[in-house]
């Protein structure tokens, strides 16, 4: 059980490059997320989804694209980066709608800091 | 929308001494559920302690226990006994009980003195 991957774990791009980072989870998770992590604004929603083939904005989702066609995979596209979009990016996954005392925690993957320069 | 706020960017302690970190939120929600990450410098997200809101008694994990207020929206970390391992930047979050979405604080940063 690898919980959540993410890939790479460092990226550097030049501004207008497109790249994607992926993430995994082999857990079964319902809920999928993507998070970025800038100093002092702790970690800020840019994408989610509730399940296969279905995606939503979160509260940061300009300049970037997800989709969701597995259960297990949900990659962040960034598709001509910009310098704003130097960060940590966190991938987190998690069941959906559970009964009492269930878990429901988010789990997260490792990170991957991304530099546009 | 919800927000979650933590007022202490920073936060230290002497070893073996008891610590408090601050967390309030607001909603309008009456079922929700409320948490305290841990991120040492290895960047990892750690799950520390969870809060249903529906459950009067406080959460308690060994050393961590939190203090949930929930008319006043406030669910404060203690940690007893601190260890050099707990240094590290802790976040609260919030989710609703029906979404799946997490709201985080800005982040606390505590460091452990020996």
């Known amino acids: 059980n690898a919980g959540v991957t993410q890939t790479p774990k460092f990226q550097v791009l030049k501004t207008g490059q497109s790249m994607t980072l992926q993430c995994a989870q082999d857990?079964?998770?319902?809920?999928m997320s993507w998070y970025r992590q800038d100093p002092g604004m702790g970690l800020r929603l840019i994408h989610y989804s509730v399940g296969a083939g279905i995606t939503d904005q979160g509260e940061v989702p300009n300049g970037y694209n997800v989709s969701r066609s597995t259960t297990e995979d949900f990659p962040l596209r960034l598709l001509s980066a910009a310098p704003s979009q130097t960060s940590v990016y966190f991938c987190?996954?998690?069941?959906?709608?559970?009964?009492?005392?269930?878990?429901?925690?988010?789990?997260f993957g490792p990170g991957t800091r991304l530099t546009v320069t | 929308a919800q927000t979650v706020t933590q007022s202490q960017p920073e936060m230290s302690v002497q070893e073996a001494e008891t610590v408090t970190l601050s967390c309030t939120y607001d909603?309008?929600?009456?079922?929700?559920?409320l948490f305290w990450y841990k991120q040492p410098p290895s960047r990892q997200m750690i799950l520390v302690i969870r809060q249903e809101a529906y459950k009067q008694q406080n959460a308690t994990e060994n050393r961590f226990s939190v203090n949930f207020q929930k008319a006043a929206k406030s669910f404060s970390l203690k940690i007893s006994d601190s260890q050099l391992g707990d240094a590290a930047m802790y976040f609260c979050a919030y989710r609703s009980f029906t979404g799946s979405r997490l709201t985080f604080g800005e982040g606390t940063q505590l460091t452990v003195n020996p």
């Open positions: 909603t309008s929600e009456s079922d929700y559920y």
């Open positions: 857990m079964n998770h319902e809920y």
């Open positions: 987190a996954s998690s069941y959906g709608r559970r009964p009492r005392g269930s878990s429901y925690e988010q789990y």
